[in-house]
């Protein structure tokens, strides 16, 4: 059984490479089902969600290759088949696969997805939105069937701007005939990235990167290739745990700044100096973070997937601070874990009270899911003595390789392997 064993750090100083984004990835990697033929994608990053993507996709007679950060996917001969809850359930991404297929062949069978436990995560406004797109809904056993015999485009105005019922209307409105008016739409960067993919495909789509979005189905689609950018949640994750730790850390592989300009202005606020580069971000750090009041929300606010590394940080700021989710319910599921290493942080609802001016103590911890176990080693860095985390698993599914990552900027972190789970 594999840990990661993160010792107490003093600095942070070196260079990490921002690999590419898991959440643009995805649903790119679904839309290549909406046409017939090859398509490349470059700075796909190699993390489990992906290869459980591919999973996916073979299970529909797609082809995968991945070969470094080059995936190639080939959908000539992709055929439809009922997708199992043992692999729809290993990923949220999967329920992608709805708009796609049903794009594509009208028809869709396939488990409920799964993904990070960090709330109840619903798809009710994903399947209304099909339902205005005259697709009949049904739950067989464990299964949700969907049919149409005449993918309509239509109006549909979401009741809450969600990232993945916008991403799979788009795939759906795609294919479909007519024209289809997305209103009150997410607008974060994986959903610019997927409507610019979709155009690169031949759909005609208005209002990219606004919150009204119009999607004209055209017919054929066809293949197309994907440079895909770099991951917004990962460059946060080793810029704000920089707040905590003295250096110079620079961010390479980093395009378009303004996808995490809201990170970029929390880790000013924390008290990093961000000099922004070509190719990239220098941050600068004291290592003494400035204690705030801050809060998760949709894009462009702060990402809600960042706030379990904010928290550990905070504690050693030089006041107390607060943070508040408005997102998920089971965000702040970190606090247990940093209580066990002595945190002292107190949650009310879906804020939590952080003391300031507090020495971790390294201890046995567990992930229980993706950016609650990065928020680990971000503590892990910070606290005195070792960290042992277990159920790196989840780390995985979206961190090609944050031993090494971090290794690269001097922290003190290690694989470890263990006989006991
Ligand atoms: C995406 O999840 C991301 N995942 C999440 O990142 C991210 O935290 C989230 O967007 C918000 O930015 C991927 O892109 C794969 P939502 P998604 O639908 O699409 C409620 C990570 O760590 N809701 O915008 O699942 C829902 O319960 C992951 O990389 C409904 O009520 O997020 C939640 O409270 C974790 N009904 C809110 O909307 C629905 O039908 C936002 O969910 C759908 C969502």
Same mark, same amino acid.
């Not at 089902?33 to 700075?43: D, E, K, M, Q, R």
């Not at 001016?357 to 911890?365: F, M, N, P, Q």
């Given at each position: 059984?594999? #840990?990661?064993?993160?010792?107490?750090?003093?600095? !942070?100083?070196?260079?990490?490479?921002?690999?590419?984004?898991?959440?643009?990835?995805?649903?790119?990697?679904?839309?290549?089902?909406?046409?017939?033929?090859?398509?490349?994608?470059?700075?796909?990053?190699?993390?489990?969600?992906?290869?459980?993507?591919?999973?996916? !996709?073979?299970?529909?007679?797609?082809?995968?290759?991945?070969?470094?950060?080059?995936?190639?996917?080939?959908?000539?001969?992709?055929?439809?088949?009922?997708?199992?809850?043992?692999?729809? $359930?290993?990923? /949220?991404?999967?329920?992608?696969?709805?708009?796609?297929? !049903?794009?594509?062949?009208?028809?869709?069978?396939?488990?409920?997805?799964?993904?990070?436990?960090?709330?109840?995560?619903?798809?009710?406004?994903?399947?209304?939105?099909?339902?205005?797109?005259?697709?009949?809904?049904?739950?067989?056993?464990?299964?949700?069937?969907?049919?149409?015999?005449?993918?309509?485009?239509?109006?549909?105005?979401?009741? +809450?701007?969600?990232?993945?019922?916008?991403?799979?209307?788009?795939?759906?409105?795609?294919?479909?005939?007519?024209?289809?008016? =997305? /209103?009150?739409?997410?607008?974060? @960067?994986?959903?610019?990235? =997927?409507?610019?993919?979709?155009?690169?495909?031949?759909?005609?789509?208005? $209002?990219? &990167?606004?919150?009204?979005?119009?999607?004209?189905?055209?017919?054929?689609?066809?293949?197309?290739?994907?440079?895909?950018?770099?991951?917004?949640?990962?460059?946060?994750?080793?810029?704000?745990?920089?707040?905590?730790?003295? $250096?110079?850390?620079?961010?390479?592989?980093?395009?378009?700044?303004?996808?995490?300009?809201?990170?970029?202005?929390?880790?000013?606020?924390?008290?990093?100096?961000?000099? #922004?580069?070509?190719?990239?971000?220098?941050?600068?750090?004291?290592?003494?973070?400035?204690?705030?009041?801050?809060?998760? $929300?949709?894009?462009?606010? +702060?990402?809600?997937?960042?706030?379990?590394? =904010?928290? @550990?940080? !905070?504690?050693?700021?030089?006041?107390?601070?607060?943070?508040?989710?408005?997102?998920?319910?089971?965000?702040?599921?970190?606090?247990?874990?940093?209580?066990?290493?002595?945190?002292?942080?107190?949650?009310?609802?879906?804020?939590?009270?952080?003391?300031?001016?507090? #020495?971790?103590? &390294?201890?046995?911890?567990?992930?229980?899911?993706?950016?609650?176990?990065?928020?680990?080693?971000?503590?892990? =860095?910070?606290?005195?003595?070792?960290?042992?985390?277990?159920?790196?698993?989840?780390?995985?599914?979206?961190?090609?390789?944050?031993?090494?990552?971090?290794?690269?900027?001097?922290?003190?972190?290690?694989?470890?392997?263990?006989?006991?789970?």
């Amino acid at each position: 059984m594999r #840990k990661i064993c993160v010792k107490e750090t003093s600095a !942070l100083n070196g260079e990490i490479r921002v690999q590419g984004s898991k959440n643009t990835v995805l649903p790119v990697m679904a839309a290549t089902l909406l046409a017939s033929g090859v398509s490349v994608i470059t700075n796909c990053p190699d993390i489990e969600d992906v290869h459980v993507m591919c999973e996916l !996709l073979r299970h529909l007679h797609v082809k995968t290759k991945m070969s470094g950060n080059v995936l190639t996917v080939d959908t000539r001969q992709a055929e439809n088949a009922p997708l199992p809850y043992s692999l729809t $359930g290993k990923l /949220r991404s999967s329920i992608l696969l709805l708009g796609a297929m !049903l794009a594509r062949w009208q028809r869709a069978e396939l488990g409920m997805p799964g993904g990070c436990a960090i709330g109840l995560r619903p798809i009710d406004l994903h399947l209304e939105g099909f339902l205005r797109m005259h697709v009949d809904v049904s739950l067989r056993q464990d299964m949700l069937v969907c049919r149409s015999f005449y993918l309509q485009g239509c109006e549909y105005h979401l009741r +809450f701007p969600s990232v993945g019922a916008t991403e799979n209307m788009l795939l759906a409105a795609a294919g479909a005939k007519g024209r289809t008016v =997305l /209103r009150g739409a997410a607008v974060e @960067p994986e959903i610019v990235e =997927l409507c610019r993919y979709l155009v690169s495909m031949g759909a005609l789509i208005e $209002g990219i &990167g606004t919150d009204v979005l119009v999607i004209k189905g055209t017919g054929e689609l066809t293949p197309s290739d994907y440079s895909n950018v770099y991951d917004r949640i990962v460059a946060g994750t080793y810029l704000l745990t920089a707040a905590g730790l003295p $250096g110079k850390l620079k961010l390479t592989g980093i395009g378009e700044m303004s996808y995490m300009e809201n990170t970029i202005q929390t880790a000013s606020r924390l008290g990093i100096s961000v000099k #922004k580069q070509q190719d990239g971000i220098l941050a600068i750090s004291s290592g003494q973070a400035r204690a705030g009041c801050f809060e998760s $929300g949709i894009h462009p606010a +702060f990402p809600t997937d960042l706030l379990p590394v =904010l928290i @550990p940080v !905070l504690l050693t700021a030089d006041g107390a601070s607060r943070v508040r989710e408005t997102i998920f319910e089971n965000r702040l599921g970190i606090v247990q874990e940093l209580n066990r290493m002595g945190a002292g942080i107190r949650v009310s609802g879906q804020t939590a009270g952080i003391p300031g001016g507090i #020495k971790l103590t &390294g201890c046995r911890v567990r992930a229980t899911d993706l950016r609650q176990g990065a928020g680990l080693v971000t503590a892990g =860095l910070l606290a005195e003595g070792s960290t042992l985390i277990s159920d790196i698993g989840y780390i995985e599914r979206g961190y090609e390789d944050i031993v090494r990552d971090l290794q690269a900027a001097g922290a003190v972190i290690m694989y470890e392997e263990t006989d006991e789970s």
